[in-house]
């Protein structure tokens, strides 16, 4: 990569190198063919649903079939502007549009161009996004020569390469960690050294202490703290204001509670309070325990109280009328009854686990920085501004 004696001119588009050009997408795209509306009868084939960039579908009629190397289009809602690259025989639905390129030009320079151009903003609505082919057709881009178009999405396909191949082995760990938590914290697999010791039932009142840390209700806006449903963990809700709830008395939390939203516990609304969220407030609807020492270890009930068998306790004592207004008792929740190893045992399958999400963690930051790497990549080669050195 270079920039040496680039000399730049005055476009349409702003300033551009003087060897590109500024073409319309009309110009240098022989395809624009959408896809077509499938019924409800042929929606479901050999097990597989025909989607939006779905591949190695059977079964239908040549109407929803695209060959060839080309990218899709998202038309409408959520999909509007996004660009998927796409290679073979492929089955799209009406809310998506098969471009492909002349022989000029390179299909998946192209793809990146337009992905990197935000096509959303040529949305027609704001209510429900879309995109109209005409509109496609008009946009104007700024085109380097083939050869560096070929360069350029080179580049940026080794580091679309590289990001898949980090998320595949994210998802291999993911898969192995689940494995663990199955296994460890059901007794099915022992670690070494604990093989003889016999796991017992205890209530979850021996393990955890109800604590109350109550403040008056601030007057002006404070950090409150919500739970997600299904494990998901905590969230922060900064600038709350205190209009919005009428309790005049709330309970402060911190690092490494075992906090409980009464109201949707039983879709596992539970979690443990992070180190970020120390100082936020809850109202009385959220419980909040401290852990025994004596029976229980942060660091195994941080992935035991995850597992579907707990959440299937709380869905038990959640008694509840119509829709989702369930709310789950304190009583019944300090009885629940859970069957544990010993504190060491605890702290060793904790160390276990903990180590596969440290692993887990450093993965999904390195792709982050791939992305931040591939996104600084394509700010510079897509629009000019670094040169690189054709052979």
Same mark, same amino acid.
């Given at each position: 990569?270079?920039?040496?004696?680039?000399?730049?001119?005055?476009?349409?588009?702003?300033?551009i190198?003087?060897?590109?050009?500024?073409?319309?997408? &009309?110009?240098?795209?022989?395809?624009?063919?959408?896809?077509?509306?499938?019924?409800?009868?042929?929606? =479901?084939?050999?097990?597989?649903?025909?989607? =939006?960039?779905?591949?190695?579908?059977?079964?239908?009629?040549?109407?929803?079939?695209?060959?060839g190397?080309?990218?899709?289009?998202?038309? %409408? *809602?959520?999909?509007?502007?996004?660009?998927?690259?796409?290679?073979?025989?492929?089955?799209?639905?009406?809310?998506?549009?098969?471009? %492909?390129?002349?022989?000029?030009?390179?299909?998946?320079?192209?793809?990146?161009?337009?992905?990197? %151009?935000?096509?959303? @903003?040529?949305?027609?609505?704001?209510a429900?996004?879309?995109?109209?082919?005409?509109?496609?057709?008009? $946009?104007? !881009?700024?085109?380097?020569?083939?050869?560096?178009?070929?360069?350029?999405?080179?580049?940026? #396909?080794?580091?679309?390469?590289?990001?898949?191949?980090?998320? %595949?082995?994210?998802?291999?760990?993911?898969?192995?960690?689940?494995?663990?938590?199955?296994?460890?914290?059901?007794?099915? /697999? @022992?670690?070494? #050294?604990?093989?003889?010791?016999?796991?017992?039932?205890?209530?979850?009142?021996?393990?955890?202490?109800?604590v109350?840390?109550?403040?008056?209700?601030?007057?002006?806006?404070?950090?409150?703290? &919500?739970?997600?449903?299904? *494990? /998901?963990?905590?969230?922060?809700?900064?600038?709350?204001?205190?209009?919005?709830?009428?309790?005049?008395?709330?309970?402060?939390v911190?690092?490494?509670?075992?906090i409980?939203?009464?109201?949707?516990?039983?879709? &596992?609304?539970?979690?443990?309070?992070?180190?970020?969220?120390?100082?936020?407030?809850?109202?009385?609807?959220f419980?909040?325990?401290?852990?025994?020492?004596?029976? #229980?270890?942060?660091? =195994?009930?941080?992935?035991? !109280?995850?597992?579907?068998?707990?959440?299937?306790?709380?869905?038990?004592?959640?008694?509840?009328?119509?829709?989702?207004?369930?709310?789950?008792?304190?009583?019944?929740f300090?009885?629940?009854?859970?069957?544990?190893?010993?504190?060491k045992?605890?702290?060793?399958? &904790?160390?276990?686990?903990?180590?596969?999400?440290?692993?887990?963690?450093?993965?999904?930051?390195?792709?982050?920085?791939?992305?931040?790497? /591939? /996104?600084?990549?394509?700010?510079?080669? $897509?629009?000019?501004?670094?040169?690189?050195?054709?052979?």
């Amino acid at each position: 990569m270079n920039n040496n004696n680039t000399i730049y001119k005055d476009s349409p588009l702003g300033k551009i190198p003087g060897d590109w050009e500024v073409k319309r997408l &009309g110009e240098v795209c022989t395809t624009f063919k959408s896809g077509y509306g499938i019924t409800s009868e042929e929606i =479901y084939v050999n097990g597989e649903y025909a989607v =939006y960039g779905g591949n190695g579908l059977r079964g239908y009629t040549n109407k929803y079939t695209h060959e060839g190397i080309y990218f899709l289009i998202g038309r %409408q *809602g959520a999909l509007c502007g996004n660009i998927v690259r796409v290679f073979g025989k492929n089955y799209i639905s009406e809310h998506a549009i098969a471009v %492909q390129t002349d022989n000029k030009n390179d299909n998946s320079f192209l793809a990146y161009k337009l992905d990197f %151009q935000n096509l959303n @903003r040529l949305s027609e609505s704001s209510a429900q996004p879309g995109l109209s082919v005409e509109k496609l057709i008009r $946009l104007k !881009i700024a085109l380097p020569p083939f050869p560096e178009q070929k360069a350029i999405a080179h580049i940026l #396909g080794l580091m679309d390469t590289a990001i898949n191949k980090n998320n %595949q082995l994210i998802a291999k760990k993911e898969l192995q960690k689940k494995w663990l938590m199955q296994n460890l914290l059901t007794g099915n /697999k @022992r670690l070494g #050294g604990f093989d003889n010791e016999k796991w017992k039932i205890k209530l979850i009142e021996d393990v955890l202490i109800p604590v109350s840390r109550p403040v008056d209700k601030p007057l002006s806006s404070f950090l409150a703290l &919500g739970i997600r449903s299904h *494990g /998901k963990g905590t969230f922060l809700k900064y600038d709350f204001e205190p209009g919005k709830i009428d309790m005049d008395t709330l309970f402060e939390v911190r690092e490494n509670d075992l906090i409980v939203n009464i109201t949707f516990a039983w879709e &596992g609304a539970i979690a443990i309070v992070n180190k970020e969220d120390e100082g936020a407030l809850v109202s009385h609807r959220f419980p909040t325990f401290t852990f025994n020492p004596e029976n #229980g270890i942060i660091d =195994y009930f941080r992935h035991y !109280i995850l597992q579907p068998k707990f959440k299937y306790l709380m869905d038990l004592i959640s008694p509840g009328g119509a829709g989702r207004n369930r709310v789950l008792s304190k009583k019944d929740f300090l009885k629940l009854e859970v069957k544990i190893p010993s504190p060491k045992e605890q702290t060793a399958i &904790g160390r276990v686990l903990q180590v596969a999400d440290k692993e887990i963690q450093l993965l999904k930051t390195k792709t982050e920085k791939l992305r931040e790497q /591939k /996104k600084g990549l394509m700010q510079v080669l $897509l629009t000019g501004k670094k040169r690189l050195v054709i052979n």
